[in-house]
């Protein structure tokens, strides 16, 4: 029962399922968020490309685990990703998109790219960057209430600390770059 829940919050808490909730949340909680067309094309990019690719280099054996848990076996697909990223936030900009769509890009472009060049060096926690990222993102733009989903970053970082895909210290850089990349993109943003 333990190695199935870890499993299934390993696989609730990818940045991509996070960027659907997130797309999901600001069309139906904000009352501007019903740009169906950025919704969509947000949701393509950054949520379901990487997924679609993920799954297929693990069919394909490109990856020897849903986790990546070999850091070599992670840096070309974490610069795939990037540079899909990357797409969606050059369309983003020189199309003009809504505001919040903007910032969405330019985080999780930025995200990304960052988790992506630690990567090559160092093994950093991508799924606890990732829900400190998203709920920094619920606390700053959809809703204060946001605070209460704190401990979900406590959970994910005892699963995955115990299930000894990562140590403490590559769980604490995960949740520092995911909270320095939510402000340095709100900076730019703003």
Known sequence: ?????????????????????LLL?????????????????????LSFAPTLYGFCIYRNKTIS??????????????FIITLIYGINLFLTLIFSGPEIFKYIAINYFLLALVLSCITVFWKISVHVAGITNFLFFL??????????????????TIMIIKSRYHTFWQ???????????????????L
């Open 139 to 156: 606390m700053t733009f959809l809703d204060s209430r946001a605070i209460y989903f704190l401990p979900l970053i406590a959970l994910v």
């Open 171 to 189: 769980v604490f850089a995960g949740m520092t770059v995911g909270i320095l990349i939510a402000y340095i993109a709100l900076y730019i943003h």
């Open 1 to 21: 029962m333990g190695k199935i829940f870890e499993k299934l919050v390993s696989l609730t808490f990818q940045i991509p399922v996070l960027v659907a909730v």
């Open 25 to 45: 949340l600001n069309y139906f909680v904000k009352p501007d968020g019903k740009n169906t067309e950025w919704t969509i094309m947000a949701f393509l990019f």
């Open 65 to 78: 685990d849903q986790n990546i848990i070999n850091r070599h076996e992670r840096i070309f697909p974490f």
